[in-house]
């Protein structure tokens, strides 16, 4: 699946983005080539090759190196709530969006 220059234009649109022509040019190609590299993994085939329920697993058992979970920060909550418009009970109150 390859784009066009006018793909890129909308894209560009739809983020408010200001593309100068070599940028815009530049940003083409990078997708496409982006979407080279999707299609050449399509074409491997993976059947019967099982799905990682981790990226070390297939290293075997490796031991990760996680930090202790401690606290390390002091509690400023009412701090950084002081310039919030609304707060109750200690939580953000922000308007209703979806309805």
């Known amino acids: 699946m390859a784009l066009t220059s006018s793909d890129i234009d909308r894209v560009a649109q739809l983020a408010r983005l200001q593309l100068e022509p070599a940028e815009r040019t530049r940003m083409l190609a990078q997708i496409n080539g982006f979407f ?7 074409a491997v085939d993976t059947s019967g090759v099982e799905p990682l329920a981790h990226p070390t697993a297939a290293l075997g058992e490796v ?3 996680l930090r202790d979970d401690v606290v390390s920060e002091t509690n400023q909550r009412e ?12 939580l953000f109150l922000v308007p209703k969006v979806i309805e």
């Open 36 to 42: 080279d590299i999707v299609e050449q993994m399509r």
């Open 63 to 65: 031991a990760l190196s």
């Open 79 to 90: 701090a950084n709530q002081r310039s919030a418009p609304a707060v109750e009970r200690g």
